[in-house]
């Protein structure tokens, strides 16, 4: 086949995240052997989401283990399968129940290599689906992931692209710490184009989706989508707007922030998150701290979570979680403000 | 008719009288048409999220709380809807909290999976799997320490039973003898995994030897039967000997949740169960007794259809909550 021919048939693969994020587990599991998946309901179901679908019959139960309910119990299964010279994949099937694996992610495998004075290792993977948006209510729909950030020796990701999901899950899995992967519940479907190749999108490096000048807005996750969203609303305002999908929480690409405030003089951090003591206060204050500080030309705005658990009902699920609209609004007070 | 005059009854059943029965029997249709005018509502696009029937499972919500009195409390689980209505909530609330709106139990702000009735006893549904059991261990001691007599039924899954938090609550309420009873409803799947891969012992009830308490292992259809022994185990906890461990073996006849394709159990073994229908078994049972004519079974019957059609028709026409409320109950002022 000519190569052009090659290019076209490669523009229009398009995947959906859940699909992407299979692809990778498969093409994962076919060259290494020490690669397996483990989670509640990860087999005949397919998980809650359908995100393993077909691939116990792929690989078979030893491959892709159902686990009973027990979060902390698999979480330290991990942990012990990982320094042991296996590269467990753990789905977390709503990242709401994180929250009862706690010690072993925090504790244990955040800290065994420091502990051990660098003579082990835990290459493990635990996949999350949180966030809002279906009537899950607040058990169900949280964004937990600056909780994990805080933490040193796990790494965090929000990949908000199918491309990136597939990507940024084989690099997590090459990865020789624990790497959390939050996966946002309504990206699942959302399709874009895949590469059918196992390439890696490397942790620690954000994306810049849209070039502008007058405002930085960086977000990730469901959020870095909604940022382009508005960015191209904002343009029909002639606001241009640069939109940095972070993809990793930690280790966090502070020198692509840095670069683009310095641009544009302003900035607008989103996130799912509660706003309070979250993602945008970090990002705040190492701008604060940077001599990029003097670049401002307006105060820095968050735009968070309410200081509320997520609501049952739908107008007051929508109310809770920063919307399209809000950015839009938010971007464009910041330039006037700056401009005043 | 009252019920000494059939010598051949179970003495479980011959043990409710009529008008006990009949409450039951009322209670049962209660849960069943509620959750088919829930799966109704979600497929005409009037709900979003998802819920958790339990239909099959009637008569262990029912039975094991029948014994209970007014003041006593319960702990529920996602599959609460049955629970809720056995303690007798009303289901023009449920309906409105099922809707999200301001007028539900909740106000709109739990949802299916989070209804609670805290002045009726009811501790609240809970969207965690195992969340209620530790709960229900601080709250014998709260009986205990305060003396007023009552008792703590928290209900929870075979899956459940192998969470960490399981092992934790029936150990501490067995070493301080709290008058707490916990009834795992078995309904042999925590979403597709069936209790033969997940359990290293055939029943849930054999785990109470490790904690040093009674446990039951029951036929989780059979409402009389259910009843009678959650009547010794309320008893025991309540006269201070300590909890007890009930398991109702039953049968979910719907999918985990909305999102359930049921690919890991076959047609014939949901056929199997349905026709162990808990309300159809006791219906025939009390017929063959005489207890009950089938007239008089048809109306406790349809009266609870018109009490749920005019609970869906009340929560249809009730308000939204206001986004400016949305932060107003985080933090007791
Ligand atoms: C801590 C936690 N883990 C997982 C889930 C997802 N989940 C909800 S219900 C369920 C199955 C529960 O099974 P069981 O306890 O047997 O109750 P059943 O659904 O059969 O009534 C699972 C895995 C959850 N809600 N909470």
């Known amino acids: 086949m000519p190569s052009e021919t090659l290019e076209a048939v490669r523009e229009i693969r398009e995947l959906s995240y859940a699909e992407a994020v299979r692809e990778a587990l498969g093409q994962a599991m076919e060259a290494d052997e020490r690669v397996f998946l483990f989670g509640e309901d990860v087999g005949v179901y397919g998980g809650a989401f359908g995100v393993s679908g077909d691939l116990v019959h792929r690989f078979g139960k030893e491959r892709v283990i159902d686990t009973p309910i027990s979060e902390l119990g698999i979480a330290g299964a991990a942990v012990g399968a990982a320094i042991t010279g296996m590269r467990p994949v753990l789905e977390i099937q709503f990242s709401d129940f994180v929250t009862l694996a706690m010690e072993q992610l925090v504790n244990q495998a955040a800290k065994i290599r420091f502990m051990f004075g660098g003579k082990a290792s835990v290459p493990m993977v635990v996949r999350l689906p949180g966030g809002s948006g279906t009537g899950a209510a607040a058990q169900h729909s949280q964004s937990l992931e600056a909780w994990f950030a805080h933490v040193p020796g796990l790494k965090v990701l929000q990949p908000s692209t199918p491309h990136d999901a597939k990507g940024m899950l084989l690099a997590a899995i090459d990865d020789p710490n624990p790497v959390l992967i939050f996966e946002h519940k309504l990206l699942y479907k959302t399709k874009g184009h895949v590469p059918a190749e196992a390439y890696r999108v490397p942790i620690g490096k954000a994306a810049i989706r849209r070039e502008g000048t007058d405002v930085t807005i960086v977000g990730s996750s469901i959020m870095a989508r909604k940022a382009e969203a508005a960015a191209e609303r904002l343009a029909t305002e002639g606001i241009s707007a640069e939109v940095i999908d972070l993809r990793s929480i930690r280790p966090i690409d502070f020198t692509t922030i840095a670069e683009s405030v310095r641009k544009t003089h302003r900035l607008l951090v989103v996130y799912e998150g509660v706003k309070t003591m979250g993602i945008g206060a970090e990002i705040s204050a190492m701008i604060a701290e940077s001599e990029v500080f003097d670049f401002l030309d307006a105060p820095i705005i968050r735009l968070g979570g309410a200081d509320a658990p997520i609501p049952y009902n739908p107008v007051l699920e929508k109310a809770a979680v920063p919307q399209e609209d809000d950015i839009v609004t938010a971007a464009a007070n910041l330039v006037r403000r700056g401009e005043a | 008719m009252s019920a000494d005059q059939k010598p051949n009854q179970r003495?479980?059943?011959?043990?409710?009288?009529?008008?006990?029965?009949?409450?039951?029997?009322?209670?049962?249709?209660?849960?069943?048409?509620?959750?088919?005018?829930?799966?109704?509502?979600?497929?005409?696009?009037?709900?979003?999220?998802?819920?958790?029937?339990?239909?099959?499972?009637?008569?262990?919500?029912?039975?094991?709380?029948?014994?209970?009195?007014?003041?006593?409390?319960?702990?529920?689980?996602?599959?609460?809807?049955?629970?809720?209505?056995?303690?007798?909530?009303?289901?023009?609330?449920?309906?409105?909290?099922?809707?999200?709106?301001?007028?539900?139990?909740?106000?709109?702000?739990?949802?299916?999976?989070?209804?609670?009735?805290?002045?009726?006893?009811?501790?609240?549904?809970?969207?965690?799997?195992?969340?209620?059991?530790?709960?229900?261990?601080?709250?014998?001691?709260?009986?205990?320490?305060?003396?007023?007599?009552?008792?703590?039924?928290?209900?929870?899954?075979?899956?459940?039973?192998?969470?960490?938090?399981?092992?934790?609550?029936?150990?501490?309420?067995?070493?301080?003898?709290?008058?707490?009873?916990?009834?795992?409803?078995?309904?042999?799947?925590?979403?597709?995994?069936?209790?033969?891969?997940?359990?290293?012992?055939?029943?849930?009830?054999?785990?109470?030897?490790?904690?040093?308490?009674?446990?039951?292992?029951?036929?989780?259809?059979?409402?009389?039967?259910?009843?009678?022994?959650?009547?010794?185990?309320?008893?025991?906890?309540?006269?201070?000997?300590?909890?007890?461990?009930?398991?109702?073996?039953?049968?979910?006849?719907?999918?985990?949740?909305?999102?359930?394709?049921?690919?890991?159990?076959?047609?014939?073994?949901?056929?199997?169960?349905?026709?162990?229908?808990?309300?159809?078994?006791?219906?025939?049972?009390?017929?063959?007794?005489d207890r009950f004519d089938a007239a008089t079974l048809m109306k406790l019957e349809e009266d609870a259809q018109r009490d749920i059609d005019a609970a869906v028709e009340f929560a249809r026409a009730c308000p939204d909550p206001d986004p400016k409320d949305l932060t107003r109950d985080v933090y007791a002022l």
């Open chain 2, 11 to 289: 003495p479980e059943l011959a043990a409710l009288d009529d008008a006990t029965v009949a409450q039951a029997l009322t209670r049962m249709h209660l849960i069943r048409k509620f959750e088919e005018a829930a799966e109704a509502s979600y497929m005409r696009g009037l709900i979003h999220g998802t819920m958790h029937l339990s239909i099959g499972q009637e008569a262990s919500a029912v039975g094991t709380t029948l014994p209970l009195e007014a003041h006593d409390y319960i702990l529920s689980t996602h599959r609460g809807h049955g629970h809720c209505i056995a303690r007798g909530a009303e289901p023009r609330l449920m309906f409105a909290e099922f809707f999200g709106k301001e007028t539900g139990y909740c106000k709109g702000r739990g949802g299916s999976m989070h209804i609670a009735d805290v002045e009726g006893g009811n501790l609240g549904a809970n969207g965690i799997v195992g969340g209620g059991l530790p709960i229900a261990v601080g709250v014998g001691m709260s009986i205990k320490a305060q003396k007023n007599g009552r008792v703590c039924m928290v209900f929870f899954g075979d899956g459940a039973s192998n969470e960490g938090a399981f092992h934790e609550a029936l150990n501490m309420a067995s070493i301080w003898k709290l008058p707490v009873v916990f009834v795992c409803e078995n309904n042999k799947y925590g979403m597709s995994m069936d209790i033969g891969h997940a359990m290293a012992v055939a029943n849930v009830a054999d785990r109470a030897a490790a904690y040093g308490m009674p446990g039951h292992c029951l036929d989780g259809n059979d409402l009389a039967g259910v009843a009678a022994v959650a009547k010794v185990a309320i008893a025991r906890a309540r006269s201070g000997e300590g909890p007890s461990l009930i398991e109702c073996k039953t049968y979910r006849w719907r999918g985990h949740s909305k999102s359930d394709r049921n690919l890991y159990r076959s047609k014939e073994e949901i056929e199997e169960w349905r026709n162990q229908d808990p309300i159809r078994r006791l219906e025939d049972e009390l017929k063959a007794h």
